[in-house]
């Protein structure tokens, strides 16, 4: 009779003649426990290299278990006051990064794998940072940049001439019901379109002819209004051209860039102070409530 031992022997070694790997229970040791929630080397791991291909350096292994602990944190927090993303939101959030980076999501998943990287990892993250964005913003309203905090800001350095961009766009979205999975095909569809569009005229008409495609009106945008790698994209898309599609909610949505015209009395850096100062104040309230979460929380370290 075959022992329990010798039957996950064999099992073993047939998976390793198939090259299946085998994971080792010591590349799941438990570092800690948070509200009954394990925490373990491969999380900390996986967070690591997810930082190296992403492009940030990654902590020494004890500041990413405490970055782990505070996004554990921020989750649970954020769900029990009804802040939830379910895992199709989730996936919409992580085709939405491929798109901006020129690839689908399955070639995103892949890129990530080649590294070593579990695509769920960056998902996660994905999720907690959402999450607790809404979390912290509704936890603490005094988050407000003042007109004249950035005003100030741009003067620091001595009087600013104030010059922007003004944008027409025209949003042009391939549209993907909520319960479908066709975000693939319509992205292909939607650069696909891009490659051929030639002139705001025939190329908009065009657009109105298609299959379950939606132009809308013409939007006006600042360049002083819209964050730096937004106009960094509508600065380098000619008048009668597309930006790169972008996965959204309601599908894929392009943008057909219709007019530039020079506005004074505003700045494009006005935009970006003021994400700057926002983002101060949001880091700061952010702290404290990670704070006060952790006087309340339940953490075992192992």
């Not at 996936?91 to 990287?117: C, H, I, M, W, Y």
């Amino acid at each position: 009779m075959l022992t329990t031992s010798r039957l996950l022997f064999l099992l073993a070694l047939v998976l390793a003649v198939l090259g299946v790997r085998v994971p080792v229970a010591e590349a799941q040791q438990i570092l800690a426990m948070v509200n009954g929630s394990p925490i373990t080397t491969y999380d900390v791991a996986q967070r690591q290299k997810l930082l190296q291909v992403i492009g940030e350096k990654p902590p020494g292994a004890k500041e990413t278990l405490e970055e782990l602990i505070d996004q554990h944190l921020k989750v649970s927090a954020a769900n029990r006051a009804g802040m939830q993303m379910d895992d199709e939101d989730v996936d919409k959030l992580f085709a939405s990064v491929a798109s901006r980076s020129g690839r689908t999501p399955e070639q995103l998943a892949a890129l990530l794998g080649q590294q070593g990287v579990n695509a769920q990892t960056f998902k996660n993250k994905l999720r907690a940072d959402n999450v607790w964005q809404q979390y912290v913003r509704q936890r603490a309203p005094a988050i407000n940049v003042r007109d004249s905090d950035v005003i100030a800001a741009l003067n620091r350095n001595g009087p600013v001439e104030l010059v922007a961009t003004e944008y027409k766009l025209y949003p042009i979205i391939f549209v993907v019901p909520r319960s479908s999975n066709a975000y693939q095909a319509r992205l292909s569809e939607a650069n696909a379109f891009k490659a051929r569009f030639n002139g705001c005229d025939a190329g908009l008409a065009a657009a109105k002819a298609m299959r379950e495609v939606v132009v809308r009106s013409p939007v006006y945008r600042l360049s002083s209004d819209i964050p730096s790698q937004l106009r960094q994209i509508l600065d380098k898309t000619e008048i009668g051209r597309l930006t790169p599609p972008e996965v959204t909610q309601t599908g894929v949505e392009i943008f057909a860039v219709c007019g530039k015209t020079e506005v004074k009395g505003e700045s494009s850096q006005k935009r970006e102070i003021k994400d700057q100062l926002a983002s101060s104040q949001f880091q700061t309230e952010s702290k404290k409530l990670i704070a006060e979460l952790r006087k309340s929380s339940l953490i075992v370290y192992r």
